[in-house]
């Protein structure tokens, strides 16, 4: 399995390691909904240097990418970041991605560990012979997130250009750990995340990516950060109802079907799958993804089946107990005609129908 540069701070810190993508990770340090609960309340420290960050650049790298990815980056300025989908030629998604743009003919795309190779090999094949270079600096480059309401006060300790001034998907090539000549190099700050909480994420040096983490870490002892795995982002992503590749979205969904039309401008032009996703528009998609919440006790898991009247209607694909609502809630894609807010289902939990009912994302929302 792969390693990120933190990995030896994650064993020091006695996390617990799995297998993610290929990549041995922390699913959790002092638990799952003890990390959950300081995200929520403090601070959360996660390591996400398993994804992929490729940059894209010269003349010829907006065209490019308004032709790769169902997004308008022309609308995004200079210090920006624009959630996007990049989709097969039947409109299927091959992964969604962030967007930033950090010069008028320069951008950093930040893409799933899971599609890291398919993505890249996608886009060097879409790639034109004009004025456009791509780079994968998923080794030269690491990530880590912080996130939660005390975030923004400690990473003012570490970077205070960015703490200050980023607004939400906003990005900046700014000073880290400026404080100390020693510690002084660049980075790539960004008012991004996972959690639905005020957050950040930055883009180091991997050889850097110790100090950072530990400068944060160090920075936040008062607020009272902590390390978290990926068994709470997963937790913290799916109560603000976030999609997970693989989970809630692959090449055999749309993002129409998936509710991120948000993610989708006709406008804008051509691009790989627009004419079948404009036809889906026109007609209305078989099927959507939802939310839902149990009426009764009972946790949903990927793979359950979501029934009506005795008939299997859709599928769960993300589920968990919410630690905040105490009761289960999870996405599924189900029939369009059984995906109006308020309409109720049953969600087969072990051979056991638990009634559940459709409600409007998010879960949470931070006040």
Not at 223 to 251: F, S
Not at 266 to 279: A, D, N, V, Y
Request: aromatic residues 8%.
């Amino acid at each position: 399995m792969k390693r990120t540069p933190l990995f030896d701070a994650h064993a020091a810190l006695g996390a617990k390691l799995v297998d993610f993508a290929g990549w041995e990770m922390p699913i959790q340090y002092s638990g799952v909904v003890d990390e959950y609960q300081t995200v929520r309340t403090a601070a959360g420290l996660f390591d996400v240097s398993h994804m992929g960050r490729v940059t894209v650049e010269g003349r010829d790298a907006v065209a490019f990418l308004q032709r790769v990815t169902t997004n308008n980056v022309e609308t995004l300025p200079v210090g920006a970041a624009q959630y996007s989908m990049v989709c097969n030629p039947t409109g299927g998604i091959k992964d969604d991605i962030f967007v930033y743009r950090l010069g008028p003919t320069r951008f950093l795309l930040c893409i799933n560990a899971s599609n890291h190779e398919k993505i890249v090999s996608w886009l060097c094949a879409k790639a034109p012979q004009g004025d456009v270079r791509l780079s994968d600096e998923s080794d030269e480059l690491a990530q880590i997130a912080l996130q939660g309401p005390e975030s923004q006060q400690i990473l003012r300790a570490v970077c205070p250009r960015a703490a200050d001034t980023l607004k939400p998907r906003q990005c900046v090539e700014t000073e880290v750990l400026g404080a100390s000549r020693a510690n002084r190099m660049t980075g790539i700050v960004s008012r991004t995340g996972y959690t639905g909480e005020v957050g950040y994420e930055l883009y180091v040096p991997s050889s850097s990516a110790k100090v950072v983490w530990e400068g944060l870490m160090k920075a936040g002892e008062e607020a009272g950060i902590k390390p978290c795995g990926l068994g709470a982002r997963d937790l913290l992503r799916l109560e603000v109802g976030y999609l997970l590749y693989g989970n809630d979205i692959d090449e055999q969904t749309t993002p129409l079907e998936a509710g991120a039309a948000f993610a989708v401008d006709f406008t804008k032009g051509e691009f790989i799958g627009r004419p079948t996703l404009l036809e889906q528009k026109e007609k209305g998609p078989a099927k959507r993804l939802v939310g839902f919440e149990l009426l009764q006790k009972g946790v949903p898991r990927h793979g359950m089946k979501i029934v009506s009247d005795g008939q299997v209607i859709g599928i769960v694909t993300s589920g968990n107990l919410s630690p905040r609502l105490q009761k289960g809630i999870g996405l599924g894609y189900v029939q369009t005609k059984f995906s109006e807010t308020g309409t109720q289902f049953q969600v087969d939990i072990r051979d056991r129908a638990h009634p559940a009912v459709v409600v409007t994302l998010p879960f949470y929302k931070r006040k």
